[in-house]
């Protein structure tokens, strides 16, 4: 199975290639994969050749040849997402087939569209090309059965993949449509995750449910691979649902709504006519300005409210400060992911950040109420 996801550090494993500019990778669960899935096949193979110890070689052949199809399928994506200018970070080869992982995220839905389908139409020419080359061999021979394992495993791996759900690439040529009908990525996104959640219950339910329907006994090999494979799909289909809600939730965030409102006021003010000020300018939050403008410290409202009234007019604005180091500042227009962007790179400063408008402040931002509102 094959899905492109977001970019994340560098998966670990081992790096057997490059393509495009980007590792192959060979993550540690591909040999718990390899494993498995040579001594399933072995007895398929047994009973249509008598290789001895050899079947179990041939049977590796297959697995080699299945993730060689998942590969062809990974470095397709990784092509057109080049030709459409996202470069690809890394491929990987994993337990359950692989993915690709892109330096960003893909600008349009006609990008995505075609980065999606083109791995999948890739497998379904190579089957074409095994099955081709399969009428000119003896189908019970080791060339002729190494020959039909490519032809079904392609077919495989490229139908599969088609069915529109997340994490499979017709998930993604489902967030595409809707993205392009709705104008809006997350939509679209939450929509293929609640497809592929259905498709993780009916590749459950073709294996345990079909066969009672029919009336007769499911078979537990059936009924393992299934519950394996929806499990995996469910999770990816809930990872997307829960993405595609966060994204919808960020590209609401203003200043406003994960701020509060704040004021500048001099260094030199009173306690008590920095309040009058920020009073009259309907804020909450009092910043304290350099002498070059620049906001310098903000009030710790539980030191000012601890001052006593008749204290306030005679006490210095800089007593109940907080310092503010250089660069906890952020541009107050901001909204969305570049607001979030820009909060993030701010607060590796200070966990408190001022937002500005034309030098002005406006607002002051907390880390943990911009957190908070995403979780919301």
Known sequence: MSASRPPARRSSGWVIGRAVGAPIILAPSWLIAAVVLTLIF?????????????????????????????????????????ARGQQPREFVLTLWGGHTAFGGATPTPASSALIAVVGPIANLL???????????????????????????????????????????????????AVWAVTKNRHTGTVAAGWVGRVVAVA???????????????????????????????????SAAVRGGRTQKAVGLLTVASVGRRATGVGHTESLAHAGALAAAAGAEEVVILSPDGRPAAYVDRAAAASVPADAAGTTPVTAVAVPLPGGAVVDGLLT??????????????????????????????????VVAAIRS
């Open 42 to 82: 072995a007895p398929t193979i047994r009973a249509r050749a008598d290789l001895g110890a050899l079947v179990y070689v041939v049977a590796l052949g297959f697995v080699v040849l299945l993730f060689a199809s998942v590969l062809v399928h990974e470095l397709a994506h990784g092509l057109m997402a080049r």
């Open 126 to 176: 190579l089957a074409a090309v095994f099955l081709a080359v399969a009428q000119g061999v003896e189908t019970n021979s080791l060339v002729g059965l190494l020959v039909w394992s490519g032809c079904l495993t392609n077919a495989f791996v490229g139908l599969f993949n088609l069915v529109p759900g997340l994490p499979l690439d017709g998930g993604f040529l489902l967030e595409a």
């Open 203 to 237: 590749v459950f339910a073709w294996a345990l449910v079909l066969p009672l329907v029919q009336g007769r006994q499911p078979e537990i090999y059936d009924v393992v691979w299934a519950a394996l494979i929806g499990a995996f799909l469910w999770s990816g289909a």
């Open 336 to 369: 969305g992911q570049q607001l979030v962007a820009a909060v993030g790179r701010a607060t590796e400063h200070s966990p408190v950040v001022v937002a500005v408008v034309d030098g002005r402040v406006v607002g002051l931002i907390r880390a943990m109420d």
